[in-house]
């Protein structure tokens, strides 16, 4: 990993001049500049970084991705894909749920009681809501349009 450090004052030193400690205390405090941007740093106070550190670089001092998620105050569902996210317990709310839709024609096969979809044509070709019970799809009408009383 190349680094380069930039000096802020200047200072020349003559060929066959011994360098001591003494005389490089008057070259000034260095600016350390790190050029590569996969770094792994161990230890240490690290402070007025353009980037942050990634936390698989151990942004949050973690060792596991596990730890990781938990130092960051994330639960099980960090780790579960957008389209395939399981909730077990807990309570949604505010939350508007647009139904699967399907034709009669193209139900999945029943047997999974509890799933529920909107069907477009089977209250004998009306829309109606069909849950499945199990063994088969039943229909449920869809009622008198919604108003204020």
């Known amino acids: 990993m190349p680094i380069t450090a930039l000096v802020t004052r200047g ?3 003559d060929t066959g001049v011994e360098v001591s400690s003494a005389s490089l205390n008057q070259l000034g405090e260095p600016t350390v500049t790190i050029s590569e941007d996969d770094v792994n740093i161990t230890g240490g106070d690290i402070s007025g ?3 942050p550190i990634a936390i698989t670089d151990g942004g949050t001092g973690s060792t596991t991705a596990s730890a990781a998620r938990s130092a960051l105050g994330l639960g099980t569902i960090a780790t579960q894909a957008s389209n ?3 909730v077990t317990g807990g309570t949604m709310s505010g939350v508007l ?3 699967p839709s399907y034709a009669v024609a193209s139900l999945p096969s029943a047997g999974t009681a509890g799933r529920i979809v909107f069907c477009t044509d089977g209250d ?3 829309k109606c809501l069909a849950v499945d019970d199990g063994t088969a799809w039943k229909r ?5 349009t919604v108003s204020a009383p």
């Open 11 to 13: 200072f020349t030193f």
């Open 124 to 126: 004998s070709g009306s």
């Open 49 to 51: 970084l353009d980037n």
């Open 140 to 144: 449920v009408a869809l009622g008198a």
């Open 84 to 86: 395939s996210i399981s």
């Open 97 to 99: 749920t647009t139904l």
